[in-house]
């Protein structure tokens, strides 16, 4: 399943390599199983459209008449990469809220 961090950030779901339905039913559960009244999709760099993508199947699939986008956040993160160099990674936050 998608990964989720503690207890604190259990609304969240990081989108990232592993195969696009995981993060589809993750953002369900959180929804469902869990009955969170938001649900953030958090992503970044290559994995962005990804994060985007699930937004788009959640809103037009079972859960879409009662799930509207509240917000979307972009940014980026500076971060050493394995070089030792600096780089800038774009990063995106799509907050999911019942409506």
């Known amino acids: 399943m998608a990964e989720t961090k503690n207890k604190k950030d259990d609304n969240i779901v990081f989108i990232g390599g592993k195969p696009f339905m995981n993060y589809v039913r993750a953002v369900e559960i959180q929804f469902g199983t869990n009955n969170n009244k938001e649900v953030i999709i958090k992503s970044r760099g290559k994995f962005i459209s990804r994060a985007v993508d699930v937004e788009q199947v959640i809103k037009h699939g079972p859960l879409g008449q009662n799930v509207e986008t509240k917000r979307i956040e972009t940014n980026s993160e500076e971060f050493e990469n394995q070089e030792g160099r600096k ?6 936050e799509i907050t999911l809220a019942k409506k």
Do not use: C, G, H, R
Request: hydrophobic share 50%; no cysteine.
């Open 87 to 92: 780089v800038k990674v774009s990063t995106i």
